[in-house]
């Protein structure tokens, strides 16, 4: 059971907006900058953007993140072919001792 | 940098999983960057398993605290990650990785490939 809460698929065509949303606590999200990663079938996770909205050079701007009390967003607009992924949103936790959280992932479908 | 982990693929149940990973382009002691285990279920999510800091102080997932050991090696620039009494469900892809400071909520930067370990006799 994933700490954060992820919906576990969603989907759109191209050249729409699609919003992915992830949900978590005060010990989590609302009190810690959070991102978001993308992960295709077979390879490693890479980071995508932080609650922040700061990208890793090559992300393009198609890509942005919004957070809200203990809610958080990810915004995929013009949505495109290769965008069809897995994402996830992480965040520290200040629970117990802390760590980092995950949520249980997003299977993304561009139909 | 880059990040590479070895270790063996098959583990017995009861036995330990060890694996290194190897850094290069990155200085593990220097800097103020975290090292980090993270695995990954056959078809399931990602777990945060724990992390090293650049002063040799790690932190662990509660739900692992009791079988992880993350160590590092400076000298070879590596660090490693020993999980005892392991069981089938122990069976994932384990990745490295770096992790930023605290004040960029200690994100994951930086991913080795992965290493597919599986628990069987």
């Known amino acids: 059971q994933a700490v954060l809460t992820q919906p576990p698929s969603a989907s759109g065509t191209p050249g729409q907006r699609v919003t992915i949303s992830c949900s978590g606590s005060?010990?989590?999200?609302?009190?810690?900058?959070m991102h978001w990663y993308q992960q295709f079938p077979g390879m490693a996770p890479k980071l995508l953007i932080t609650?922040?909205?700061e990208r890793p050079s090559g992300v393009p701007d198609r890509f942005s993140a919004s957070k809200s009390g203990t809610s958080a967003s990810l915004a995929i607009s013009r949505l495109q072919s290769e965008d069809e992924a897995d994402y996830y949103c992480?965040?520290?936790?200040?629970?117990?001792?802390?760590?980092?959280?995950f949520g249980g992932g997003t299977k993304l479908t561009v139909l | 940098g880059q990040l590479q982990e070895s270790g063996p693929g098959l583990v017995k149940p009861s036995q330990t999983l060890s694996l290194t990973c190897s850094v290069s382009?990155?200085?593990?002691?220097?800097?103020?960057?975290?090292w980090s285990w993270i695995r990954q279920q056959p078809g399931k999510g990602l777990e945060w398993i724990g992390h090293?800091?650049?002063?040799?102080?790690?932190t662990y997932n509660p739900s692992l605290k009791s079988r992880v050991t993350i160590s590092e090696d400076t000298t070879n620039n590596r660090f490693s990650l020993s999980l005892r009494s392991v069981t089938a469900a122990d069976t994932a892809v384990y990745y490295c990785?770096?992790?930023?400071?605290?004040?960029?909520?200690?994100?994951?930067?930086?991913w080795g490939q992965g290493i597919l370990v599986i628990v069987s006799a």
């Open positions: 990785a770096r992790q930023g400071p605290g004040y960029t909520g200690y994100e994951v930067d930086t």
């Open positions: 382009g990155d200085s593990i002691s220097g800097g103020m960057f975290h």
């Open positions: 090293i800091s650049d002063s040799g102080r790690t």
């Open positions: 005060r010990y989590n999200i609302e009190n810690h900058i």
């Open positions: 609650s922040n909205n």
């Open positions: 992480a965040s520290w936790d200040n629970s117990l001792s802390g760590y980092m959280v």
